[in-house]
Structures are given as C-alpha cells and as structure tokens.
C-alpha cells in the first residue's frame, strides 16, 4: 500500500473526530489526497488558496536569506571585523561566518512565529471544529522579516498570539479578518515593547547586549550604533550609506525588509503569477513619491528651514523616500493582501495612492519613530471596505443613468 | 438569604453577571477605558459610582410620585450633579494625588450612561429599598468589571498593583526582570482597555450561551 492511500485510510479513520481538522490540514499540505468530488458541476483550478500562499512564501524567501546575510554582515561591520562591501557581490557580504551568525539569530524567529501562529490556528480549529485555514502561511512568513533581529523570542510569541487570535480569529478566521494579521503583531510589539522596537540599538544582532556590557563597567568596549537612515534623517545628522548600499539592501533595518533589489524581483515575481496586484504595487509608490514632492517643495520654497526638525526628512529627495524604510516592502507584500485590500479596481488606486501618501507622510511627522508604513497600511485596510462601497455605489449610480436614457 | 427575599437578592446578583452592566448592556464604557491603568483609580471610581447610584436611586425613587415626567431627566440630573460634587468635593479633600489622576472622569460621572438609565428604567417606578438594591447591584457590576480590567492592566503595563511592585523592579532588574520580562506598554493604552473588556466579554458568552444575541 502507498503511502498516500495509507494517509487516506487514517484520514477516514479520523473522520468526525475533533482531531480530524488538524490531520487534514497536514494531510493536504504538499500533495493532493486521493479523492474527487462525485456529484455536480465543478471547476478545478491549480491555484487554490495553498498554491496562493506559497507562492508569497516564494518571493518572500530571497529576502529571508539575504535578511540572514545582512544580519552577520551589520553585527561583524559594527564590531570592525571585516571591511565594508561596497555592493551587492562585494567578498565580505556573502561569508559563511555572516550566513551562520545570522541564521543563529533569525531562524528562531521564523520558528517561533510559524510554531505559535500554528499552535493558535490548530486550537481554533479544534475549537471550532472547522479545517485548518492556510491563511498563517504567509502571516508566519511576513512576521519575522518585519521584526529587529534582536527582538526577545517571548515578545514575538506574545504579539503573534496575539496578533492571530484579536487580529484574525475574532472576525471568522482567514479570509474574514479586518487587518493584517502580521502588521498587528508588528503594532502591537511597537506599542508594548517601543524600547525593543525603535532607537538605534536594535536593528543591528549584538548591539543591545554590547550596551548591557559597557553599562555594566567593561568600557574598554566600543558602543555599537547601529541607526537606520531614517533615523539619522530624523535627527538631521548625515548618513553614513550611499545610494547603492540603500538599494541593494546593505544596511540596518528589520530583518527583511533592507533590500530593495529583491523585494522588487519578488515582486516581479508576483505580479508575473498574477498573485499581486501591480495596482496596489504602482499606486503606492506612485502616492510615496507625490507626497515626497509634497515635502520637497515646502523645502524648496522656503517654509522650512534647517533649523526645524523635520528639515531632515522633509529635505530627502522625493525618489529617495522609495530605497530608505520599508514603503517598498509594505507595498508589495502588505499592501497586497488580498483580503484587507480594496477588491475593486479603482478601488485599489485609491487605496494604493493613499498608503503611499500617508506613509510618507506619517514617516516625517512621526516624533517617536521615523517610520510609518505598517500604521499606514492598518489605517487604510480599516478603510478599504469603505472604499469599495463608493466604488460599486458610483458604477451603481453611472448604470442607472444609462438605463435612464435608454428609456426616454 | 435571610435578609433579603429571593427577589431582592436577584436585584443585587443580576447585574453582576448576567445582566452586566458593561459587558452585557455595554453602558459606561468610556470611564471603563479612560481610568483602568490604575488599578487604585478603578477601585475609587467603583466605589464614587457605588454612592452615587446607591444614593441617586433612592432618591429619585422617593420623588418618583412629585416629578413631572416633562422635566424628570432634568430632576435626575441635578440629583446626580449634586451627588458628583459630593464625591468631587470629599476626594479632593482626602485623596488629592488621586483626584488629580481621575480629573475630569469623576465630574463625567453624571453623564454615565448606566446611572441615567437606572434611574430611568428602575427608580422611577420602585420602591426605595428595592431602588436602593438595585443601584448597589449595578454599581458593584460596573465596579467588578472596572477593577478586574485594572488589575490587568496594572499589572501587565506596569508590574505593580495598588502601587506595589509584585513583580520585582524593572530598572534593578530583580524578580521576573531578571529572566528578561518587560512591562507591556500597550496594556497602558486606552486602546488595550478595550480588548480587555472584549476578551471578558468574549469569556462570558462563551460559558453562557443563553447570553448570545444574533
């Protein structure tokens, strides 16, 4: 007997069980069972909502094992060990020593948050006695490329509980959920925990420790700073990283989210499969850049002057805000959610534009945190259901003058 | 109970679960967000609202039989206004830190909505003495709910309760800091408030099916 038909004869053995949604949903993971549907009509489509999520998982995954790379490489770069790389192929980037510090670091987090996200989803299953839902996948995926890479492993465990049981579970589960799963487990680590989440320590693996140790009396140590661009913009200091480094992706910043290179071949990738919309992709960055020339402009003509505080980042050229931060990473993999997204066409300009928009906009005026996205992004998944409704109410309203016409 | 009759003692036990103020009729819940950080402030502002209904029923249910129905919220008004003061007045005058901390929530006693509407629907056509059991029934349901959404709170935004640092000290790092615990800042946030009340909610229709409405 295979083992496919031995899965099956367990599965049947399982049937009605309170474990049966659980066994299914492992069952059903990585092949398709052995049974066919016997009466009525039916459309099989290769893309069900597994083949959906793992796609996502695809185009996530570069950006997880550069993230890995990016993590050794800040940790030996800020102790001095090993010279700068100058560029995305440069000999001290891609070492094994940076691979091994920073899957030590990271790959906790990618277990933590799959193992406890999961964990959740099983137990409401059980619950609920529904099958197991897919929706974690990416969730699971998504969450520790948006976190430090310091982040203790309990803050992570708390917030994705959290962040699946109020974020998600509450509303009916995957597919029925408000906002975005991974960005309310990232708000609520930003609200909960701000000292692990924000400042100039976190963002590079070692740094805090290195703070404990010279607050400890061992200053024969260097502090390590690790400030992200945004940062130093905020505080209208100079940046010590040019251009290429911001696109390639060589510099501090949550685990994943540093390299613009490929968060942009991911989504290529994504738009090539047709599982992100490339309206959602274009509009945001079409409304980040109108709202840095927004900001450029009152520079330029005077309003603000570098005696201010947001001179930093309001000064930024417009084109600059898309490389610095994570506007790319939310618009690609957040903004894109095809459940908290706007469903209509023009429905997702708007709501595009205006995570672009206010994005930006939040980045700059921020005090607390030079960064906006993911408040951004929950702010207008709250509101793209309104959205949609003055969409479909204004093709309503342009129909119904049309049969007007026809009738006089 | 032999003091009270088995409907009187309904009047008291209703409110505290079934029939909840907060999480059943969802009334005061603005005071319920506004002034749970502190678990010492939930307790003060159960126990201001546990005078002011205990007493205001009364009284509205001794007048019941002279107010003019045109004008009876304006009546129920100035006796809750008059009531507030008291308590305003008593608290500045024994508990000034606290006071301060409450603010402006002890004057907004007046507008809660679970004190208007028990006079409303109860005093105004009850006795003194039932009016009187039935103010202290919902008082002690709000208050119930109130202190146990303080006690969360507290304790996991701050580590303490009353004031108290049960949970060891944050900055010398003894206790549970000394293993890597942090307070939870977001359970300071009105926000976080809010989810408690929903998850209690959440906890008590779940144990009482009877209680979901469709």
Request: aromatic share 10%; proline share 3%.
């Amino acid at each position: 007997m295979s083992l496919k038909s031995k899965l099956h004869d367990l599965k049947e053995k399982y049937k009605g069980k309170k474990m049966a949604p659980a066994f299914n949903a492992l069952h059903t993971f990585l092949y398709l069972p052995n049974e066919v549907t016997h009466n009525g009509t039916h459309i099989k489509a290769a893309d069900d909502l597994k083949r959906t999520m793992n796609t996502v998982i695809m185009a996530l995954v570069p950006c997880l094992i550069f993230g890995m790379y990016n993590a050794g490489y800040q940790h030996y770069l800020a102790q001095g060990m090993i010279e700068s790389a100058n560029g995305f192929l440069g000999a001290s980037f891609w070492t094994i020593d940076n691979l091994l510090i920073g899957a030590w670091t990271i790959l906790p987090l990618v277990a933590v948050s799959y193992g406890v996200g999961l964990a959740v989803e099983f137990l409401f299953a059980v619950i609920k006695g529904h099958e197991v839902e897919e929706g974690y996948l990416v969730t699971g995926m998504l969450v520790p490329l948006i976190v430090p890479v310091d982040i203790p492993l309990w803050m992570l465990a708390v917030a994705v509980i959290f962040g699946v049981v109020i974020g998600k579970e509450v509303f009916g589960g995957t597919g029925m959920n408000i906002l975005n799963p991974a960005l309310t487990i990232r708000a609520f680590l930003f609200f909960a925990y701000p000292t692990w989440m924000s400042g100039d320590k976190v963002w590079v693996h070692g740094a805090v420790e290195r703070d404990q140790m010279i607050a400890a009396g061992q200053s024969n140590l260097d502090a390590i700073s690790g400030e992200t661009i945004l940062g130093s913009y905020a505080q209208n200091s100079t940046v010590a990283y040019d251009y290429w480094d911001m696109f390639w992706g060589l510099i501090p910043g949550s685990v994943g989210e540093t390299s613009k290179f490929l968060i942009i071949i991911g989504a290529l990738f994504l738009i090539f499969t047709k599982i992100g919309s490339w309206r959602i992709m274009l509009s945001t960055v079409v409304g980040a850049l109108v709202m840095g020339l927004i900001f450029n402009g009152v520079v330029d003509a005077g309003i603000i002057t570098d005696s201010s505080k947001f001179y930093g980042l309001m000064s930024v050229p417009f084109w600059q805000h898309l490389i610095i931060g994570s506007i790319l990473f939310g618009a690609v993999f957040m903004a894109t959610d095809p459940v908290t997204a706007s469903q209509t066409n023009k429905g997702k300009w708007i709501y595009g534009f205006l995570i672009g928009f206010i994005s930006i906009m939040i980045r700059v005026f921020n005090p607390a945190y030079p960064e906006g996205v993911f408040l951004a992004i929950l702010l207008m998944n709250v509101f793209a259901p309104t959205i949609d409704h003055y969409v479909v109410q204004g093709n309503v309203k342009k129909r119904m003058k049309r049969l007007k016409v026809k009738a006089a | 109970m032999g003091l009270l009759s088995k409907k009187d003692s309904k009047l008291i036990s209703d409110p505290l679960l079934d029939n909840n103020p907060i999480t059943i009729q969802v009334l005061g819940i603005c005071s319920a967000l506004a002034i749970t950080a502190e678990l010492q402030a939930s307790i003060v502002m159960s126990i201001s609202v546990l005078f002011v209904l205990g007493v205001g029923n009364v009284v509205i249910s001794l007048m019941r039989n002279i107010i003019p129905s045109k004008i009876r919220i304006i009546v129920q008004l100035v006796v809750v206004a008059a009531l507030v003061i008291i308590v305003d007045q008593v608290l500045k005058a024994y508990a000034y830190e606290l006071s301060k901390t409450l603010s402006v929530f002890v004057g907004l006693i007046i507008t809660n909505c679970i004190i208007m509407g028990r006079f409303e629907a109860f005093a105004l056509g009850n006795g003194p003495w039932r009016s009187f059991l039935d103010g202290i029934g919902n008082a002690a349901g709000y208050g119930f709910i109130l202190i146990l959404v303080g006690f969360f709170r507290e304790l996991l935004g701050s580590g303490t309760l009353l004031g108290y640092a049960v949970l060891g000290d944050p900055i010398e790092k003894t206790g549970l800091y000394a293993i890597g615990y942090e307070n939870n800042g977001f359970m300071l946030l009105s926000p976080m408030a809010l989810i408690v009340v929903g998850l209690i909610i959440w906890v008590q229709r779940s144990r009482n099916k009877a209680l979901i409405e469709d």
